[in-house]
């Protein structure tokens, strides 16, 4: 059983930048894909960014040039780094782990842009 832990999440005013951690337990993270999702009120959960167990990454166009993710395989932590924030990012972003058929969701952190 794996269990994911997101932090980082909080309120920043546009334009702002936050870091958000994934950590997981367990011992297959260094083989395992990991995404990072977000759900708005009254909106469908969407994916964000998801890196893979060699690195490649997958970003959504919505964000592309204003977020990063990366991986530390030796701390099981992903990191999704959020810059130039719009009012438009504000949801629950939800860290996922995929490893073959398996899939474990966190429990999710609140992100709020606004003035």
């Known amino acids: 059983q794996v269990q994911l832990v997101e932090s980082g999440g909080g309120l920043v005013q546009p334009g702002g930048s936050l870091r958000l951690s994934c950590a997981a337990s367990g011992n297959i993270f260094h083989v395992a894909t990991v995404g990072w999702y977000r759900q708005a009120p009254g909106d469908q959960r969407e994916l964000v960014a998801r890196?893979?167990?060699?690195?490649?990454?997958n970003l959504a166009d919505s964000v592309k040039g204003r977020i990063t993710i990366s991986r530390d395989n030796a701390k099981n932590t992903v990191y999704l780094q959020l810059n130039r924030l719009k009012p438009e990012d504000t949801a629950v972003y939800y860290c996922?782990?995929?490893?073959?058929?398996?899939?474990?969701w966190g429990q999710g952190t609140q992100v709020t842009v606004s003035s």
């Open positions: 996922n782990l995929m490893m073959g058929s398996s899939v474990y």
């Open positions: 890196i893979f167990s060699n690195n490649y990454t």
